[in-house]
């Protein structure tokens, strides 16, 4: 293109024209954000008017099983999908952009059928608290140990953050309030406040 | 994603929805710029390039690989353009004209013009040329496509668009000479 820039401006010179091309789309104004409205816009008016509400992929008809083990399948297949997949020809993006949902349906299944139970199960483990607990319930990979510790570990990061929020509220009660307490009370709070310092919350 | 993949993906029925995306992403900024060029205001501009990815959308199916993406896409854009334009160099002919007129003629009171004050008067220029000739002007000026891209969108021999364009830089000169009196 630049060199076609040099081509006009020569025939510009030559019409002894006073017009030199312009360095960019300077002068038209264009509303903020146009261009993606406009796309939307476009795709509302073609793609999405058109599209068939039976073929919206529905997730709820997906088995849950189907559903978690996609989930720790993702990783993998994102992992060893461009090796096994790339293919001078076409790449794995064009190759999963002509699959329809059963096409792609099938592939996850057959590529989740591909992975050894240890490797799912090693998959799971590392990536456990990225996983919903509900979730975890549902499947048989992790042992229950490992679930019992994770649900314990929510459970206490919730009840923690409830106390400190309460020790926030305390804090910023009326000062006078201090002098209506009696040392008793006043000492098992600041032993509590002092503990929960230690504890850098 | 290039202009074949591109395509490869348009052309096939299941994977439609998803070429068309990239087609857009591609294309919609572009194609909004040589329409923008062709008929200036804004609102117009975005009711044609509408029409224009509908009418490209709805071909997509009859689409002939023997054309090019990029070209195809053009000829939409710039026959949606030249109908918009002969309805309405139609309508106010001399509306246009006489509006350029007094604009330029201000020129000649004020003590000097920005760049964007500069880059107005040549549209309005450009608007008072007659369809055909604005639009192979904008194709080469603003798009700075060859004669030989042109004229696959145009159907219009290299030697007729050379002398459109030449005529076209001549009169948008003579109006802006007019306005600056330098001429």
């Known amino acids: 293109m630049s060199n076609e820039r040099e081509h006009i401006n020569k025939e510009l010179n030559e019409l002894e024209s006073m017009l030199h091309l312009p360095a960019n789309e300077e002068g038209l104004n264009v509303p903020i954000a146009y261009f993606e409205t406009l796309e939307n816009e476009i795709l509302n008016k073609t793609v999405y008017a058109e599209k068939e509400v039976s073929n919206a992929v529905k997730l709820r008809a997906i088995p849950l099983w189907k559903y978690i083990s996609g989930i720790a399948a993702t990783g993998l297949i994102l992992y060893f999908g461009l090796q096994m997949f790339a293919s001078p020809k076409e790449s794995l993006e064009m190759q999963l952009a002509k699959m329809n949902t059963s096409e792609l349906d099938n592939f996850i299944s057959q590529q989740i059928a591909a992975i050894s139970e240890s490797e799912l199960h090693n998959y799971l483990l590392d990536n456990v608290n990225d996983i919903e607990t509900v979730l975890l319930f549902e499947t048989e990979f992790i042992s229950d140990a490992t679930l019992e510790q994770k649900t314990t570990a929510e459970v206490n990061a919730q009840v923690l953050s409830a106390e400190k929020n309460s020790i926030i509220k305390v804090n910023l009660l009326d000062e006078n309030l201090l002098d209506q307490l009696d040392d008793e009370t006043l000492q098992d709070y600041l032993n509590n406040a002092a503990l929960f310092d230690d504890l850098g919350l | ?183």
């Open chain 2, 1 to 183: 994603m290039n202009d074949k993949e591109i395509l490869m993906l348009c052309l096939d029925e299941k994977t439609r929805d998803i070429g068309f995306k990239h087609l857009l992403s591609a294309y919609s900024k572009k194609i909004y710029y040589h329409v923008r060029r062709m008929i200036n205001d804004h609102d117009d501009a975005n009711d044609v390039v509408q029409n224009c990815f509908i009418k490209a959308w709805k071909g997509l199916p009859n689409f002939r690989e023997d054309s090019q993406l990029f070209t195809w896409l053009y000829r939409i854009a710039t026959n949606e353009s030249l109908t918009f334009l002969q309805d309405r160099y139609r309508k106010n002919t001399s509306a246009v004209a006489m509006d350029t007129v007094a604009h330029s003629s201000q020129l000649v009171e004020e003590a000097w013009i920005d760049g964007e004050t500069l880059q107005e008067r040549l549209q309005e220029a450009i608007d008072t040329l007659p369809p055909k000739q604005k639009q192979v002007f904008v194709m080469r000026y603003f798009d700075e496509m060859k004669y030989e891209e042109m004229e696959n969108i145009l159907g219009t021999s290299t030697g007729a668009l050379k002398a459109s364009f030449h005529h076209a830089v001549k009169k948008i000169e003579t109006i802006l000479k007019d306005g600056l009196n330098l001429g």
